[in-house]
Structure formats: C-alpha cells, structure tokens
C-alpha cells in the first residue's frame, strides 16, 4: 500500500513523495513520481523512470534536473526510486560514498550479507515497475528509462535485460562497462563476489555483446561530457560504443563538447560527475518522442583526450 508523503502543485500536475513497505527489500522505500497535468483525471499516460548516480536520493532528480515542465507539457509521468534501501544496519554500509547506502548499483547482491536486501533490480524491474503502473495512472505500454553515472549504469542494464518492459533507454554519462572500472569492480566485488563471470549480466557493455543483435531498433541514446573527470578513469563509452557497433544496435551519442560553456550551461557536478542539468528537458524531450530528434555524433576516445589538451 503507498503512503503520500507530500504532494505539491507543479505545472498544472502534482509532484509526490511516496512510501512504501517493499517485499523485494524487506523494508520500507521511497519513490517519487511527477504526475502531469493530463493525467489528473486519472487518465493513463506514458511515464520515464529515472535512475539516479552515486550518492542521490529520490529527490534529487525531481529538485535539481527541471524537467517537470516539460514533462507537463507533453503528458510525460516521471518516477524516481532510491539509489538504495535505507536503514538495513548492514556493518559497513555507510562507510563509503560508493558502496551500500546511496550505492545500490541496481543489482541483486549475492554475497552476505548484502543478499538480504540490497536488491535494487528486482526491486525496480518487478516491483516498483508492478506499483506505478497498478496504482499510478501510467500506462504499462509506454514508459522508458534513463539515468546518470551509476544510474546511467541501471538504465542501460535493466532495458536491455527488459526490452519488452522499457520502450526507449538512454543515459546521462554512464557507467558503461563496469566490469572495467574501479567504481563496479568494488561494486560487483563485494556485492556479487569474486566471480567476474556472474558480473557480466550487470554490465550494459558485456550484455550488448552476448545479444549480438539490434535489441532496441529505435536507438540508444548518450549524453557525455567530454570535461568528464571519470571519462577516462570509469565511464568507459567507447567500449558501449564498440558494442553497439559489432551488435548493429543504432546508438546517438550526444557530445556537448563546448557547445555547454557556449549556451552558458550550469556545469553542476553531481555526485562528483560533470552533469549539466540544464540538459535534463533536452533528454525528456528526445525520449517522450517530442520534437525532431538531434543526429547524434560518435562518441570519439581519441577525440576527447585531444578536447582536453587543447
């Protein structure tokens, strides 16, 4: 049963904060959902989840990515989960910033004892995704997901693991390979253990070769930035890039470059992680089928150590 926490008048739709005690976790859980103007009398419209980066809650999003007008305006419903459970009491949970709270990786954990509730995928994908569309006026036949660093990680993997479930998938910066960087390698290490080959399955690069085939026709959407302190160190695109590329899997990576110090873009860091929210709209935009969408250009590696020398 959803508890409201609060609601709030937002462009004509409402902004909620909900509670819920979640069978997945075993605990309770928070999520909050926009809920545009169209759909307040209870029709069904389509709905983007959102997964957030490394240290977020499910405010951060709806406070800091301004995307409620837009949304408004299209009839988009968002909905933005934890990037963790809360409260457990796991020894060692809090220690660090990118790993247990605010860390969840959206993943299943294996290993004990963060097997008992750190359970973010089945959580999202099963129950979370059962919730919203049962009890929410969303409709089940329409809802795509996108997310940053970490949750660009979850965006990625729980669509194409789930492409009958999430009709288009993009990511702000992503996580994209990481099997191969220290962010998922401490990760996957402690969640799943010391068997890499069980890590594969959480990582968007790998499950794109495994596919070998197109597993969204209508594309894949990247934002990246190539002033990414972690571009080179965690990030990873190129090798999101290559896979799509021996896959066939249509992919538009959307490289600011300048062009965000040129509009006067914010250059808010998040997590640690270059994201301009004033990208955010451009993302709901392209992926609730409003507007024309942009001609993405390849992601380049070469390029973006060139980019950071000049």
Known sequence: MLELISEHRCFGGAQRFYRHTSTVIGLPMRFSVFIPPQARDGRAVPALFYLAGLTCTEET??????????????????????????????????????????AGFYLD??????????????????ELYGVVTQSLPIDAGRIGIFGHSMGGHGALTLALRNPDKFRSVSAFAPIAAPTRCPWGEKAFAGYLGADRETWRQYDASELLAKAGQ?????????????????LESQLHPHLFERACQDAGQPLAALIPDRALAQKGGSGVRAGGVEYDHGRTPDMVRLLSGAGTRRRGRPYSHRRSAASRRR
């Open 61 to 102: 999003f709806m406070i800091k990515g301004g995307a409620q007008w837009l949304a408004a305006e299209h009839g988009v419903a968002l909905i933005a989960p934890d990037t963790s459970l809360r409260g457990a009491g796991v020894p060692g949970e809090t220690d660090a910033w990118d790993f247990g709270v605010g």
């Open 109 to 126: 954990a294996t290993q004990a004892p963060w097997s008992a509730h750190y359970r973010m995928y089945s959580y999202i994908v099963d």
């Open 214 to 230: 197109v597993v969204f026709p209508g594309g894949i959407l990247i934002d990246q930035g190539l002033n990414d302190q972690f």
